[in-house]
């Protein structure tokens, strides 16, 4: 595989490149001159671009979709102390945060800016060219799950990484909050989402000690060196918080779509492929390095397939109004049907 390339700015999306250029030389050391913008293919949430100076440097500009108005899932600023206190913390699999400009005077809106890491990422759409053995996906695959259990083995009372989150009542905020979310975004009616949010908030799953979460675990958004054999980043810091550990493993396991799974859902990841650890093997990898009880983990896969849906209808929603044009986020209603489906399975069987 050839590293993540960026590729043309999207129409409607493009940066103002000579209030960027005098923010950014007085901001980064040697920075030079902007000769080059790009912005990387990936994602669905908040937009990120590449910045090509004539000294050479090449640095990642992170700012919020045009038209957004969901501050929590859209907060620059947190995202950028975030890494910061990541990096104080000695967890070096991130890209190193280099500027933040909070007032959104320079571009409209707040952004940050951050080294770029030089590496290849597996997303979605490469799965049909991957000419990976089985044996590498299940090295792949297990290297991911055991990249989290160690970025959950973080003290976060040492590192500073409390002061990112309230851990008591983490579960029940986030459930309801999620439910709020998708009532205040829907456009059509959605019986199984009704009823997934009542089984939620019926449910009770065992206490866990918090740790920090990243809350959006997935193959696309970890970086891997060029030989892939190892992950040198980690990416999409936005939603990061401290809470229930098992949290973060349901959002994860919300996204590693299994052979059976419908096309839609492999839209979205490749774990399909042949080799890659299955969900029930990703939570009995990830028990075994960790330690914990996983006996409630068809609650947090549930809630990630319900969380998902909802960032795809709050997105789609916008899409409805005319807040942004591109033409993916049209067909996100049907992932708001699908997800929740796979939801109600997953009550029936309380399995993942």
Same mark, same amino acid.
């Given at each position: 595989?050839?590293?993540?390339?960026? %590729?043309?700015?999207?129409?409607?999306?493009?940066?103002?490149?000579?209030?960027?250029?005098?923010?950014?030389?007085?901001? $980064?050391?040697? *920075?030079?001159?902007?000769?080059?913008?790009?912005?990387?293919?990936?994602?669905?949430?908040?937009?990120?671009?590449?910045?090509? %100076?004539?000294?050479?440097?090449?640095?990642?500009?992170?700012?919020?979709?045009?038209?957004?108005? $969901?501050?929590?899932?859209?907060?620059?600023?947190?995202?950028?102390?975030?890494?910061?206190?990541?990096?104080?913390?000695?967890?070096?699999?991130?890209?190193?945060?280099?500027?933040?400009?909070?007032?959104?005077?320079?571009?409209?809106?707040?952004?940050?800016?951050?080294?770029?890491?030089?590496?290849?990422?597996?997303?979605?759409?490469?799965?049909?060219?991957?000419?990976?053995?089985?044996?590498?996906?299940?090295?792949?695959?297990?290297?991911?799950?055991?990249?989290?259990?160690?970025?959950?083995?973080?003290?976060?009372?040492?590192?500073?990484?409390?002061?990112?989150?309230?851990?008591?009542?983490?579960?029940?905020?986030?459930?309801?909050?999620? $439910?709020?979310?998708?009532?205040?975004?829907?456009?059509?009616?959605?019986?199984?989402?009704?009823?997934?949010?009542?089984?939620?908030?019926? *449910?009770?799953?065992?206490?866990?000690?918090? %740790?920090?979460?990243?809350?959006?675990?997935?193959?696309?958004?970890?970086?891997?060196?060029?030989?892939?054999?190892?992950?040198?980043?980690?990416?999409?810091?936005?939603?990061?918080?401290? @809470?229930?550990?098992?949290?973060?493993?349901?959002?994860?396991?919300?996204?590693?779509?299994?052979?059976?799974?419908?096309?839609?859902?492999?839209?979205?990841?490749?774990?399909?492929?042949?080799?890659?650890?299955?969900?029930?093997?990703?939570?009995?990898?990830?028990?075994?390095?960790?330690?914990?009880?996983?006996?409630?983990?068809?609650?947090?896969?549930?809630?990630?397939?319900?969380?998902?849906?909802?960032?795809?209808?709050?997105?789609?929603?916008?899409?409805?109004?005319?807040?942004?044009?591109?033409?993916?986020?049209?067909?996100? $209603?049907? @992932?708001?049907?699908?997800?929740?489906?796979?939801?109600?399975?997953?009550?029936?069987?309380?399995?993942?």
């Amino acid at each position: 595989m050839q590293p993540d390339r960026a %590729t043309q700015v999207r129409q409607g999306e493009e940066l103002d490149i000579a209030q960027l250029q005098n923010y950014l030389q007085h901001q $980064i050391d040697d *920075f030079g001159s902007i000769v080059e913008t790009a912005q990387f293919p990936g994602g669905y949430s908040n937009l990120t671009y590449l910045l090509t %100076t004539d000294k050479g440097g090449e640095y990642v500009l992170r700012r919020p979709p045009f038209g957004a108005n $969901i501050k929590s899932g859209h907060d620059m600023e947190r995202e950028f102390r975030v890494l910061s206190l990541l990096e104080k913390a000695g967890f070096t699999q991130i890209p190193r945060p280099l500027s933040m400009e909070a007032s959104g005077e320079v571009l409209g809106a707040p952004f940050y800016v951050m080294q770029r890491l030089k590496g290849v990422i597996l997303r979605a759409n490469h799965a049909p060219k991957l000419n990976y053995s089985p044996e590498k996906m299940t090295e792949l695959s297990s290297a991911l799950v055991k990249n989290l259990a160690h970025l959950h083995a973080l003290d976060i009372q040492k590192t500073g990484l409390i002061t990112l989150g309230k851990p008591e009542g983490y579960v029940r905020r986030q459930v309801d909050g999620w $439910i709020k979310r998708y009532q205040n975004s829907q456009t059509d009616d959605v019986p199984n989402m009704e009823t997934v949010a009542e089984w939620m908030q019926n *449910f009770e799953p065992r206490p866990q000690q918090p %740790t920090f979460l990243h809350n959006d675990y997935k193959f696309d958004n970890v970086v891997w060196n060029t030989e892939m054999t190892e992950i040198i980043g980690v990416l999409d810091w936005e939603m990061s918080t401290v @809470g229930d550990p098992l949290m973060d493993l349901g959002a994860a396991l919300a996204y590693w779509c299994e052979p059976q799974d419908s096309d839609f859902s492999k839209m979205f990841n490749l774990t399909w492929l042949k080799g890659c650890l299955t969900r029930q093997e990703v939570v009995s990898n990830y028990a075994e390095l960790t330690g914990r009880d996983v006996t409630d983990i068809h609650f947090y896969y549930i809630f990630g397939l319900y969380k998902n849906a909802v960032i795809m209808q709050q997105i789609y929603a916008r899409w409805k109004k005319g807040l942004t044009k591109d033409p993916r986020f049209g067909g996100l $209603i049907h @992932g708001v049907f699908e997800l929740s489906k796979m939801a109600i399975k997953a009550m029936d069987t309380e399995g993942v």
